[in-house]
């Protein structure tokens, strides 16, 4: 087994394995190869750890890094860094290969000054690493309450003390907009699709939550999800948002807000804690803005 950089004769190798590694995993399909495709062209991108590994020849596992921001308080902002996605292929998962290369490329982000990481996974996998939940250290995640404690939001200080050499005693992190690019120009994403062998997007379990990217309601079946211009599933919207590829109100966010507001009896069905109209109000328009419809 070896790991070594990333070259331009690995990439489409590398881009298949990620879609193959990730693939309904946390959620139908994936977008995590086409990130990857777009990033190393983006100037978060880290070409010195970018790192690949092989074993008997065949690349196995793959890992890149980036740039990233913490938002202190008062608006100013420190740079970090985060990572992935990394990825195993699927015959080499759960046989310790994705922490070998996990250790092996913080390491190497050591030497080359990162001293601190923020990122979104699993503690179960990534405490073994050296990594536990951001809040511990003050970090918030921007699209949870400063006071939530997030569960798949981790931290690692790569150099003890970093933070307090750097002034920061409590800051924000929101990831690198770079991840975002297959919501952002879904129609490239879809062209880049197709040109991989096709395969069948499904809600397993395990998966993250999925949300209508125009209403918020929860999708954790066919069902409940709407329809593209040819009556394929649309994994993105929920049956009462978008048909036929068309939304079925044009609307803003504002009035999207306001008719959703109507169902707070619904949704406290589900709450540990009931809201009232004022509470889902506002919890909307601080979760709306992330949608999908209304980032574009």
């Known amino acids: 087994m ?14 298949n394995l990620t879609r193959e590694a990730f693939w309904n995993v946390y959620r139908p399909g994936c977008t995590e190869h086409y990130v990857l495709n777009q990033y190393r062209s983006n100037p978060d991108f880290i070409p010195e750890l970018d790192f690949v590994m092989e074993e008997d020849g065949c690349i196995i596992g793959h890992i890149m890094f980036s740039k990233a921001e913490l938002i202190l308080p008062d608006g100013t902002r420190k740079p970090s860094w ?19 290369l996990l250790e092996y490329a913080l390491g190497k982000a050591r030497e080359r000054g990162v001293g601190f990481l923020c990122m979104e996974g699993n503690i179960d ?4 690493a050296g990594f536990d939940r951001a809040c511990k250290l003050n970090i918030h995640y921007h699209s949870e309450p400063a006071d939530a404690e997030v569960p798949y939001f981790l931290a690692q200080e790569l150099i003890p003390g970093w933070l307090k050499d750097n002034g920061i005693v409590e800051a924000t992190y929101c990831p690198p907009k770079g991840y975002f690019v297959a919501d952002e120009r879904p129609d490239a994403f879809e062209a880049y699709e197709a040109t991989f062998p096709s395969k069948v997007k499904d809600f397993v379990p395990g998966q993250l939550p999925q949300f209508c990217q ?3 309601m929860p999708l954790t079946r066919k069902e409940d999800c709407g329809t593209n211009a040819d009556g394929s599933v649309n994994y993105d919207y929920c049956q009462y948002c978008c048909q036929g590829g068309k939304f079925l109100q044009e609307c803003t966010m504002d009035e999207m ?8 009896d619904e949704v406290n069905k589900n709450m540990p804690v009931p809201m009232t ?11 709306f803005p ?4 209304w980032r574009i």
């Open 2 to 15: 070896i790991i070594r950089l990333e070259t331009p004769a690995d990439y489409a190798k590398v881009e």
């Open 82 to 100: 985060t990572f992935g996605p990394i990825c195993i292929h699927p015959d080499y998962k759960r046989k310790g290969y994705g922490l070998k």
């Open 125 to 128: 996998f990534y405490k073994h």
């Open 214 to 216: 125009s209403c918020g």
């Open 257 to 264: 807000i306001e008719h959703c507001a109507r169902f707070v």
């Open 277 to 287: 109209r004022e509470q889902y109000v506002q919890m909307m328009r601080g979760f």
């Open 290 to 293: 992330m949608l999908k419809r």
